[in-house]
C-alpha cells in the first residue's frame, strides 16, 4: 500500500495534489462441490429373504430405498456385497468398490425423493448366506458422489439375504414286481445341499404321471408322498384290487421344507411300478351246474355221435388283477370244466385217461373227445376296476352217462349220489386257479334210448300144422343210460298184411302162434306173442357202459303154422318191441 505524507513548508518535487485515495476492490471466488443424496427411507428388502424365507434359486431378492438429493438431481440404489463406498459416475450408473464382481444389483435413475428398487435373481453358484451393503449415488455431470453411509436393513428384511438351492435327487426306485394290494415302497438316494440356520428337510413325491405341479402331483394322481426328512426320503402306497399286472409309470419329484422343487439325475424319472400277475379264483357258490331248458339234466339221443347238447355250467370268476387287461382285453383267456358222478369224485376225475362216458367228462381230455366251450358273459365285466367276470360254459354228455334220479336201488344205480360241476380259470398269463368244485350237485335223469337191429324175423319155410323151435333171434340194444326189459306183442300174419281177415282159420296165422323166449329152446317152452298192449319179457339188456360197444341181448323165436290153413304163399305180419326201464339191480 502506497502511503502519503505532507510537510509545512516545501511540498517535495512538483507534487502539489493534497488528496488521499481512500479505497479499492476485488473479485471473490469459490467453487463448492457437489453434495451427495441423502437417505430419507433405508434400504431394505422388499420381501425377506431370511433363514424363515429364503429366496429360491432362479427367483428375485428385491431392494427398496429412498434418497433426497440437495441438487434436487435423480439417484441410483446400488447394492454391494462390501461396506466401501462406490464409485460415482458422471451421467450413469455408479459401480461398487472393486468393481462389478462386487455387486448384486443397482436400480435405474430414479427422481430425487422417490423410492428406488434394485433386483437381482439368486444364482445356483450363491451361497447361502449372502451379505448386502446399500449405498445411493448421484450422477452429477461434473463431481458425482455417493453417500458413504451404507444401509443393511432393519429385521427381517436386513442383511444378509439367504438363497435356497434345490434338494437332489440322485437315485430313484421301487421294489415292485407286487401284487395288486400289496405295499409298493419306493427309496432314493437324495440329500439337500443347505445346511445355513441348521439342515434343510425335503419330502418324497411320488406321481402316476410326469404332471408335478412344483408343489403336488397333477390330474393323474399321487402314489404317495414323505415326510420330510433330512435324508434319502422314501414313501410307500398300496396298490389298489383290482389293478391289472403290467408295468405303470410311477415318477419320483423331490420338494424342500420351503416348496422349492430338486433336481439331480433321477428327478422326475419313471421308477416304472411292475404290478405282478396273479392268479385267478372261482367261489365254490358261484357254480351252477344247467340245462338251458330244465331244472334236471335230460339226455336225449341226438347228433352222430349220440351225445346230447345243451348241457351249461355257468360260475363267476375273480381276479385281483381285474376282470381287464391294460389293453381292454379279457384277462380271463379261457376255463376248463370238469363233470362227474359225485361218487367218482373230483380227485378221480382231473386228468385226460380218467375221462370215462358213464361218470368223468374232464376238460383236460381235448376237445376231439369232448368238445365243450366256454365263454364270457357279455357286460359282465364293466372295466378294469372290476374284478368280477360271469362265465358258461357249454358242454355235451353222452347217452350212457350215469343217471342219479330215485330213492331206491332198483330206480337207478347211484340213486344216492348227484352229478357235480369244478371249474378251474386261465387268465391271459397262463396262472390258474385252483379246480373249485360246485357247492351244489343236480341229478341226471333217466333216459330210456333203444335200437333194434334186427328188423326182420325170418322163419323159413313151414307145411301146415308144423312149427319151428324157438331159434330166430332178433337184438335189442341199449343206447340210453338204463337196461332195458322188453314189451312185445305183435299182429296176425297173411298174404295180404296188413289187412288179414283175424277170424279167418284158413288164410291167417294168429300172433299167438308166435312164441319167444330169452334163449333158443324147443317151442312148447316158448311164450305166446299177444296182441297188444302185449307182456313184459324180463330180458335184462345190461345198461351200456362203453358207446363203442352198447350192450345188447337176444329175444329168440318160433312159430306154428296151424293145421288149418289152406291158403299157401307168403305170410308177412309185424311183432313191436318197447323198452322198459329194467331194475336197476340188473343193469349190470
Given at each position: 500500500?502506497?502511503?502519503?505524507?505532507?510537510?509545512?513548508?516545501?511540498?517535495?518535487?512538483?507534487?502539489?495534489?493534497?488528496?488521499?485515495?481512500?479505497?479499492?476492490?476485488?473479485?471473490?471466488?469459490?467453487?463448492?462441490?457437489?453434495?451427495?443424496?441423502?437417505?430419507?427411507?433405508?434400504?431394505?428388502?422388499?420381501?425377506?429373504?431370511?433363514?424363515?424365507?429364503?429366496?429360491?434359486?432362479?427367483?428375485?431378492?428385491?431392494?427398496?430405498?429412498?434418497?433426497?438429493?440437495?441438487?434436487?438431481?435423480?439417484?441410483?440404489?446400488?447394492?454391494?456385497?462390501?461396506?466401501?463406498?462406490?464409485?460415482?459416475?458422471?451421467?450413469?450408473?455408479?459401480?461398487?468398490?472393486?468393481?462389478?464382481?462386487?455387486?448384486?444389483?443397482?436400480?435405474?435413475s430414479t427422481n430425487s425423493g422417490v423410492q428406488a428398487t434394485?433386483?437381482?435373481?439368486?444364482?445356483?453358484?450363491?451361497?447361502?448366506?449372502?451379505?448386502w451393503f446399500a449405498f445411493v449415488c448421484d450422477a452429477n455431470?461434473?463431481?458425482?458422489?455417493?453417500?458413504?453411509?451404507?444401509?443393511?436393513?432393519?429385521?427381517?428384511?436386513?442383511?444378509?439375504?439367504?438363497?435356497?438351492?434345490?434338494?437332489?435327487?440322485?437315485?430313484?426306485?421301487?421294489?415292485?414286481?407286487?401284487?395288486?394290494?400289496?405295499?409298493?415302497?419306493?427309496?432314493?438316494?437324495?440329500?439337500?445341499?443347505?445346511?445355513?440356520?441348521?439342515?434343510?428337510?425335503?419330502?418324497?413325491?411320488?406321481?402316476?404321471?410326469?404332471?408335478?405341479?412344483?408343489?403336488?402331483?397333477?390330474?393323474?394322481?399321487?402314489?404317495?408322498?414323505?415326510?420330510?426328512?433330512?435324508?434319502?426320503?422314501?414313501?410307500?402306497?398300496?396298490?389298489?384290487?383290482?389293478?391289472?399286472?403290467?408295468?405303470?409309470?410311477?415318477?419320483?419329484?423331490?420338494?424342500?421344507?420351503?416348496?422349492?422343487?430338486?433336481?439331480?439325475?433321477?428327478?422326475?424319472?419313471?421308477?416304472?411300478?411292475?404290478?405282478?400277475?396273479?392268479?385267478?379264483?372261482?367261489?365254490?357258490?358261484?357254480?351252477?351246474?344247467?340245462?338251458?331248458?330244465?331244472?334236471?339234466?335230460?339226455?336225449?339221443?341226438?347228433?352222430?355221435?349220440?351225445?346230447?347238447?345243451?348241457?351249461?355250467?355257468?360260475?363267476?370268476?375273480?381276479?385281483?388283477?381285474?376282470?381287464?387287461?391294460?389293453?381292454?382285453?379279457?384277462?380271463?383267456?379261457?376255463?376248463?370244466?370238469?363233470?362227474?358222478?359225485?361218487?367218482?369224485?373230483?380227485?378221480?376225475?382231473?386228468?385226460?385217461?380218467?375221462?370215462?362216458?358213464?361218470?368223468?367228462?374232464?376238460?383236460?381230455?381235448?376237445?376231439?373227445?369232448?368238445?365243450?366251450?366256454?365263454?364270457?358273459?357279455?357286460?359282465?365285466?364293466?372295466?378294469?376296476?372290476?374284478?368280477?367276470?360271469?362265465?358258461?360254459?357249454?358242454?355235451?354228455?353222452?347217452?350212457?352217462?350215469?343217471?342219479?334220479?330215485?330213492?331206491?336201488?332198483?330206480?337207478?344205480?347211484?340213486?344216492?349220489?348227484?352229478?357235480?360241476?369244478?371249474?378251474?380259470?386261465?387268465?391271459?398269463?397262463?396262472?390258474?386257479?385252483?379246480?373249485?368244485?360246485?357247492?351244489?350237485?343236480?341229478?341226471?335223469?333217466?333216459?330210456?334210448?333203444?335200437?333194434?337191429?334186427?328188423?326182420?324175423?325170418?322163419?323159413?319155410?313151414?307145411?301146415?300144422?308144423?312149427?319151428?323151435?324157438?331159434?330166430?333171434?332178433?337184438?335189442?340194444?341199449?343206447?340210453?343210460?338204463?337196461?332195458?326189459?322188453?314189451?312185445?306183442?305183435?299182429?296176425?300174419?297173411?298174404?295180404?298184411?296188413?289187412?288179414?281177415?283175424?277170424?279167418?282159420?284158413?288164410?291167417?296165422?294168429?300172433?299167438?302162434?308166435?312164441?319167444?323166449?330169452?334163449?333158443?329152446?324147443?317151442?312148447?317152452?316158448?311164450?305166446?306173442?299177444?296182441?297188444?298192449?302185449?307182456?313184459?319179457?324180463?330180458?335184462?339188456?345190461?345198461?351200456?357202459?362203453?358207446?363203442?360197444?352198447?350192450?345188447?341181448?337176444?329175444?329168440?323165436?318160433?312159430?306154428?303154422?296151424?293145421?288149418?290153413?289152406?291158403?299157401?304163399?307168403?305170410?308177412?305180419?309185424?311183432?313191436?318191441?318197447?323198452?322198459?326201464?329194467?331194475?336197476?339191480?340188473?343193469?349190470?
Amino acid at each position: 500500500m502506497l502511503a502519503w505524507f505532507s510537510f509545512n513548508g516545501i511540498r517535495p518535487g512538483s507534487w502539489n495534489n493534497d488528496r488521499v485515495k481512500a479505497a479499492d476492490t476485488a473479485t471473490t471466488t469459490l467453487k463448492v462441490l457437489n453434495t451427495p443424496p441423502e437417505w430419507s427411507v433405508d434400504a431394505q428388502e422388499y420381501v425377506e429373504s431370511s433363514i424363515a424365507n429364503p429366496t429360491n434359486v432362479g427367483s428375485n431378492v428385491v431392494w427398496v430405498g429412498t434418497a433426497t438429493d440437495p441438487n434436487s438431481e435423480p439417484f441410483y440404489l446400488i447394492i454391494c456385497k462390501t461396506s466401501s463406498t462406490p464409485t460415482a459416475a458422471a451421467g450413469s450408473a455408479p459401480t461398487c468398490a472393486g468393481g462389478a464382481g462386487n455387486q448384486w444389483a443397482v436400480s435405474l435413475s430414479t427422481n430425487s425423493g422417490v423410492q428406488a428398487t434394485s433386483t437381482y435373481t439368486a444364482q445356483i453358484s450363491n451361497p447361502e448366506n449372502n451379505p448386502w451393503f446399500a449405498f445411493v449415488c448421484d450422477a452429477n455431470a461434473g463431481t458425482p458422489s455417493c453417500n458413504s453411509t451404507y444401509k443393511q436393513g432393519t429385521g427381517n428384511g436386513a442383511s444378509p439375504f439367504v438363497v435356497n438351492h434345490s434338494p437332489r435327487l440322485d437315485v430313484a426306485t421301487d421294489n415292485s414286481p407286487q401284487n395288486p394290494g400289496a405295499i409298493v415302497t419306493w427309496t432314493t438316494s437324495s440329500t439337500d445341499p443347505d445346511s445355513y440356520g441348521g439342515q434343510d428337510t425335503f419330502r418324497l413325491w411320488v406321481c402316476k404321471s410326469n404332471d408335478f405341479t412344483g408343489t403336488a402331483c397333477g390330474g393323474a394322481g399321487t402314489y404317495c408322498s414323505s415326510t420330510l426328512t433330512l435324508s434319502n426320503a422314501s414313501c410307500s402306497s398300496t396298490m389298489d384290487i383290482p389293478k391289472p399286472d403290467g408295468n405303470y409309470t410311477s415318477y419320483a419329484y423331490l420338494t424342500d421344507e420351503h416348496n422349492y422343487y430338486g433336481n439331480g439325475s433321477a428327478y422326475a424319472t419313471n421308477t416304472v411300478l411292475s404290478i405282478a400277475n396273479t392268479a385267478p379264483s372261482i367261489a365254490s357258490s358261484s357254480i351252477v351246474l344247467e340245462n338251458f331248458n330244465t331244472s334236471t339234466p335230460e339226455l336225449t339221443l341226438t347228433g352222430a355221435n349220440s351225445q346230447t347238447y345243451g348241457f351249461r355250467i355257468t360260475f363267476v370268476v375273480s381276479d385281483d388283477n381285474s376282470c381287464q387287461t391294460q389293453g381292454a382285453g379279457n384277462e380271463i383267456a379261457s376255463n376248463i370244466p370238469f363233470i362227474y358222478r359225485s361218487g367218482v369224485g373230483l380227485a378221480s376225475c382231473q386228468d385226460a385217461g380218467q375221462y370215462n362216458t358213464n361218470n368223468c367228462y374232464p376238460g383236460t381230455v381235448g376237445a376231439a373227445t369232448w368238445a365243450y366251450s366256454c365263454s364270457q358273459d357279455a357286460g359282465t365285466c364293466s372295466g378294469p376296476g372290476d374284478y368280477t367276470a360271469n362265465f358258461t360254459c357249454t358242454y355235451p354228455l353222452w347217452y350212457n352217462t350215469d343217471p342219479t334220479v330215485g330213492t331206491g336201488a332198483n330206480d337207478t344205480q347211484y340213486f344216492s349220489q348227484n352229478w357235480l360241476g369244478a371249474m378251474q380259470a386261465v387268465d391271459n398269463n397262463g396262472a390258474t386257479s385252483s379246480i373249485t368244485e360246485s357247492s351244489a350237485g343236480i341229478e341226471i335223469d333217466t333216459f330210456m334210448a333203444y335200437q333194434m337191429t334186427t328188423p326182420t324175423i325170418a322163419y323159413g319155410e313151414l307145411s301146415t300144422g308144423t312149427s319151428t323151435p324157438i331159434f330166430a333171434s332178433t337184438t335189442f340194444r341199449a343206447v340210453g343210460n338204463v337196461g332195458l326189459d322188453q314189451t312185445l306183442y305183435g299182429l296176425d300174419m297173411c298174404t295180404t298184411f296188413p289187412s288179414c281177415n283175424s277170424g279167418s282159420t284158413t288164410s291167417t296165422i294168429p300172433v299167438t302162434d308166435q312164441r319167444y323166449a330169452t334163449s333158443a329152446t324147443a317151442y312148447s317152452n316158448g311164450i305166446s306173442l299177444a296182441y297188444n298192449p302185449g307182456a313184459e319179457l324180463e330180458l335184462n339188456v345190461f345198461k351200456t357202459t362203453a358207446t363203442s360197444s352198447p350192450a345188447n341181448k337176444q329175444t329168440y323165436w318160433g312159430i306154428n303154422v296151424p293145421i288149418t290153413l289152406t291158403l299157401s304163399g307168403d305170410y308177412t305180419g309185424q311183432n313191436t318191441f318197447i323198452g322198459v326201464k329194467s331194475e336197476a339191480t340188473e343193469w349190470q
